[in-house]
């Protein structure tokens, strides 16, 4: 690579990092394709040294809004990156329903209110606990299987495990590991 | 049942492994070649890429198991507790006796109030996904239905033993 070529690269990787996605994002969303490319690179900072575009003000349909994006520039898969917030999301989406689905239950059959709630109470933490170690649960196994098949794609940084099994007996090299470990 | 040579050194086996993904996503040869050359350079950043495009795996959340754990369970509780709370309020509120069971309109009101909830945490989950928000509050909504018809349905049968 020359020295310009280098130099090119390198400026356009400045520009860069100077793209704002949220504005990126409301500039795929105006219908107008002159307009949508035309707010894409602003967005992407190819045009000017201001980023900020008129779409928030001129109806393209951007709007600053949760605050929770405003913290941070997530990526393209915000549910990952706000793994927190969507968490919360689903634990509160599943009391609701558990809960209504009790009080329903307990109004179309007539029971004392007395019962139908502690009932609703009861299923509802029961719930809770399930649905908190299932999560955990799931999110450790995750992690695990991850780092495993990523240690088995690695060579250049060899792991404790991958120094273990290098030093094993010459006779048990050429076995399959799960023999051996 | 891992093959121990998978676990040795072989950077040559995992570069070609690379290229032929790439070769067989439409790069030509050549390009394929450059890039995860490229990239191998970079061990650390390469065994990133393999997995995704190899194993198609992301890297694990940043949220550890016990938060994701106490998240759910705090949100679920909080979440679950107040319709019955605000019911039995409601329902002491009408001067009508903890045996009897709740007033329709209670009942109407905390059904009202619930798919209020619920349109609202569509909205909250619209501006994660930067999906329309109107879709993802019927959508809760859209979840609630057949459990609130459901639970009436076995209310009712259940009232008939």
């Known amino acids: 690579m020359d020295n310009a070529c280098a130099a090119s690269t390198s400026e356009h990787l400045r520009q860069r990092h100077s793209r704002d996605l949220g504005l990126a994002r409301a500039a795929f969303a105006v219908e107008d394709e002159q307009v949508s490319r035309q707010l894409s690179r602003e967005a992407h900072g190819l045009l000017s040294g201001d980023a900020r575009s008129p779409v928030s003000g001129s109806g393209g349909g951007y709007k600053e809004g949760f605050s929770l994006l405003s913290l941070s520039e997530a990526g393209h898969n915000e549910e990952l990156a706000h793994r927190g917030a969507t968490l919360v999301l689903r634990g509160a989406v599943d009391g609701l329903i558990v809960s209504v689905a009790a009080l329903s239950l307990g109004d179309a059959g007539a029971w004392p209110a007395k ?14 606990a ?9 999110n450790v196994t995750y992690e695990r299987h991850y780092y495993r098949e990523r240690r ?11 120094i273990a099994l290098s030093a094993r007996p010459a006779f048990a090299r050429h076995l399959p590991c799960a023999l051996t470990l | 049942m891992l093959p121990c040579s998978e676990l040795d050194n072989f950077p040559e086996g995992e570069i070609s492994e690379m290229i032929e993904l790439y070769t067989r996503k439409g790069l030509p040869e050549p390009a394929a070649r450059q890039v995860v050359t490229a990239m191998a350079t970079a ?24 938060a994701a754990g106490a998240r759910v369970c705090a949100s679920t509780v909080v979440c679950g507790i107040v319709p019955p709370l605000g019911a039995m309020l409601a329902h002491r509120a009408s001067q009508v006796a903890d045996s009897a069971p709740l007033e329709p309109s209670t009942y109407a009101l905390l059904l009202a109030l619930t798919a209020v909830a619920l349109g609202y945490l569509g909205v909250l989950r619209a501006a994660i996904t930067h999906q329309a928000k109107t879709r993802l509050a019927m959508q809760y909504l859209g979840l609630a239905l057949p459990t609130v018809v459901l ?8 009232d008939q033993f």
Request: some cysteine.
């Open chain 2, 43 to 66: 061990p650390d950043f390469f065994v990133d890429v393999m997995m995704l495009e190899e194993l198609k795996m992301a890297p694990p959340p940043s949220v550890s198991a016990l």
């Open chain 1, 115 to 128: 019962m139908a709630v502690t009932v609703d109470v009861v299923l509802v933490v029961c719930w809770a």
């Open chain 1, 152 to 162: 088995r794609e690695a060579w250049g940084e060899r792991s404790p495990l991958d």
């Open chain 2, 151 to 158: 639970a009436r349905v076995a209310g009712g049968l259940l």
């Open chain 1, 130 to 138: 399930y649905s908190a170690c299932r999560e955990a649960l799931e």
